[in-house]
Structure formats: C-alpha cells, structure tokens
C-alpha cells in the first residue's frame, strides 16, 4: 500500500459528538476509494460520490447524530472499527452499537466498507404495539 491509513485517521473519521460537523468531503476524499462499495443494513452503494450521497442524507433526516468510537483494528488490507452511533430525530435519541470492517487497496485507500448493527430493534422498539412484536419476534430467534 502507498498509503497506510492509520487508527488516528479511522479515529477521525469515526467520530463525531453531537454538535459538531461531520468529516468533510475532502476527508472523505482523502480516504475513500472513488469505486468505494458501501453497504449497511439499509442499502448499498458503489462508488465515491453515493458513499457521500449516503452520509449527506443521513445528517439532513436527523435533528443531529453522532459517532463514538471505542476499537480500532488494522491488519493489512483489512480494518474493523468499532462505535455507537446516535441519532437525534423527532425529539427521541435512537443508539446503535456497530461495527465497520474496511477493506484497503493497492493504494491504501478504503474501497469496502460495510457496516454490522441492528438497524431494527433500537429504532422500532421503542414504538407502541410495534416494539412488543420487534421484540417478540427477536425472542422467538433466540430462544
């Protein structure tokens, strides 16, 4: 790899308390492959500018968010970092606890980046009527 990213970059990349700004495009730039495939529990992107796309439209559906980061792993071209993440809509304050495993390039640069939550119990369980059966129906998996 030309470029090694370190656990200080994913640190800043991962980060964010409430009230400050997310990382900027250059940042994203800095990074991200232009080819970079992203994919989380609720979609799934190729390429630079939806990557941004995605992180764009996630800070303008909520009233604020953050990301904390507890765990950074590198090992070659393989990263994994792990965080909390808080959504402010509405109001209410969403947490999801997660995990990023991140693929490097020749050139260092990320060009895989896929997220591991639970995208439905902390934001449905709340809900009346609909967080009994969420939570219901993950008993019924685990039991």
């Avoid at 995605?54 to 909520?62: G, H, I, M, P, T």
């Avoid at 640069?109 to 902390?122: A, M, N, S, T």
């Amino acid at each position: 790899m030309s470029k090694l990213i370190s656990k200080q970059d994913l640190k800043s990349l991962f980060t964010k308390p409430y009230g400050s700004p997310a990382p900027s495009k250059k940042q994203w730039e800095e990074f991200y492959s232009e080819n970079v495939i992203f994919i989380d529990p609720t979609q799934e992107t190729k390429g630079l500018k939806l990557y941004i796309e995605a992180q764009e439209k996630l800070l303008k559906r909520c009233d604020d968010v953050y990301l904390e980061t507890h765990a950074i792993s590198i090992d070659g071209d393989c990263g994994f970092v792990e965080w909390t993440m808080g959504l402010k809509i509405m109001g209410k304050e969403f947490i999801y606890p997660g995990t990023t495993r991140l693929r490097f390039s020749d050139n260092g640069l990320i060009k895989e980046h896929r997220d591991y939550f639970d995208f439905c119990g902390p934001t449905f369980s709340p809900i009346p009527i609909l967080g009994s059966f969420i939570r219901w129906l993950y008993a019924r998996f685990v039991s």
